[in-house]
């Protein structure tokens, strides 16, 4: 089950209160990537090697989620952000660009927002946003927001069927199946079935009332520093430029052809040659 990618380390970082596991590798300016549900920081093992021929990597498993720890609170989104900065800052790196897919974009914009002396770039990637005019109305067609914000039912469900339910859940938001290894499924499955991932992952969305609260502060301050938004042209590609303007005023980005929601996943090139584009142009 124990992921490992060849030419990165893994090593537990104390911060926050709680431990986070953080994978690093590579050399020069520093960015931080930030995993969905129900991945953990794999998501990105065909992104990384890519990335490290120029820049310091590091990939973090969010709070709840693979060997991070799994505490009984601070699923908020802040919370999460302040993990994240708090792991940048242990491993020496005071200024840094983050990208965050799914879930972990959710984090990533707290980070940007809170933290704007230490990030320089911001990267989001196939999500809709706390905090967006398109909120309510977008996460009532998601059935899975309803189920994952009920308290206790998902634990019990998905007990014993992490397999099934990550898998099943993942194909429903591919564009092309051919793209993606059954064996990730694997990894990613076996990681929820640890003790109390299932519900640290569930505790992500719990917060998210909060997090859209919260949000809505940050849009008072709108961000400065280039913003690039990418999503699968089959998911919130369209979207995912005039959502992220409504919080930031240097916004790039759009669709990635012929994919859907698991955009590092589908097209690790395109999403390598996307953020190397980004930083590197400013």
């Given at each position: 089950m124990i992921a490992t990618l060849k030419g990165f380390a893994q090593q537990l970082v104390p911060v926050?209160?709680?431990?986070?596991?953080?994978?690093?590798?590579?050399?020069?300016p520093s960015i931080l990537l930030l995993h969905g549900w129900p991945e953990t920081w794999w998501e990105w093992?065909?992104?990384?090697?890519?990335?490290?021929?120029?820049?310091?990597?590091?990939?973090?498993?969010?709070?709840?989620a693979g060997f991070s720890d799994c505490p009984l609170g601070g699923y908020d989104k802040a919370t999460m952000a302040r993990d994240a900065h708090?792991?940048?800052?242990?491993l020496g790196h005071q200024r840094y660009a983050v990208c965050g897919h799914?879930?972990?974009?959710?984090?990533?914009?707290?980070?940007?927002?809170?933290y704007r002396e230490a990030v320089t770039h911001l990267a989001v990637l196939d999500v809709p946003l706390p905090g967006w005019s398109g909120w309510e109305a977008t996460i009532a067609t998601l059935w899975h927001f309803g189920f994952h914000?009920?308290?206790?039912?998902?634990?019990?469900?998905?007990?014993?069927?992490?397999?099934?339910?990550?898998?099943?859940?993942?194909?429903?938001?591919?564009?092309?199946?051919?793209?993606?290894?059954?064996?990730?499924?694997?990894?990613?499955?076996?990681?929820?079935?640890?003790?109390?991932?299932?519900?640290?992952?569930?505790?992500?969305?719990?917060?998210l009332a909060a997090d859209h609260a919260a949000a809505l502060e940050y849009k008072k301050q709108p961000l400065e520093?280039?913003?690039?938004?990418?999503?699968?042209?089959?998911?919130?590609?369209?979207?995912m430029v005039p959502?992220?303007?409504?919080?930031?005023?240097?916004?790039?980005?759009?669709?990635?052809?012929?994919?859907?929601?698991?955009?590092?996943?589908?097209?690790?090139?395109?999403?390598?040659?996307?953020l190397i584009e980004f930083i590197g142009a400013h």
């Amino acid at each position: 089950m124990i992921a490992t990618l060849k030419g990165f380390a893994q090593q537990l970082v104390p911060v926050n209160g709680i431990k986070i596991n953080a994978v690093t590798g590579g050399s020069g300016p520093s960015i931080l990537l930030l995993h969905g549900w129900p991945e953990t920081w794999w998501e990105w093992h065909h992104v990384m090697p890519q990335l490290a021929a120029h820049f310091s990597v590091v990939a973090i498993d969010l709070r709840g989620a693979g060997f991070s720890d799994c505490p009984l609170g601070g699923y908020d989104k802040a919370t999460m952000a302040r993990d994240a900065h708090e792991v940048m800052a242990a491993l020496g790196h005071q200024r840094y660009a983050v990208c965050g897919h799914d879930i972990g974009g959710m984090v990533a914009l707290p980070l940007a927002a809170v933290y704007r002396e230490a990030v320089t770039h911001l990267a989001v990637l196939d999500v809709p946003l706390p905090g967006w005019s398109g909120w309510e109305a977008t996460i009532a067609t998601l059935w899975h927001f309803g189920f994952h914000m009920s308290r206790d039912l998902p634990e019990r469900l998905i007990h014993g069927r992490e397999y099934d339910y990550v898998s099943s859940f993942m194909a429903e938001r591919f564009y092309d199946h051919s793209s993606f290894d059954p064996a990730d499924v694997e990894i990613y499955a076996k990681a929820m079935a640890l003790p109390g991932r299932t519900r640290g992952g569930m505790e992500w969305y719990r917060t998210l009332a909060a997090d859209h609260a919260a949000a809505l502060e940050y849009k008072k301050q709108p961000l400065e520093i280039p913003v690039l938004a990418l999503g699968g042209d089959h998911r919130f590609g369209p979207h995912m430029v005039p959502m992220v303007e409504e919080f930031a005023s240097n916004v790039t980005g759009g669709s990635i052809a012929r994919c859907s929601h698991y955009v590092a996943d589908e097209r690790p090139d395109a999403v390598a040659a996307a953020l190397i584009e980004f930083i590197g142009a400013h």
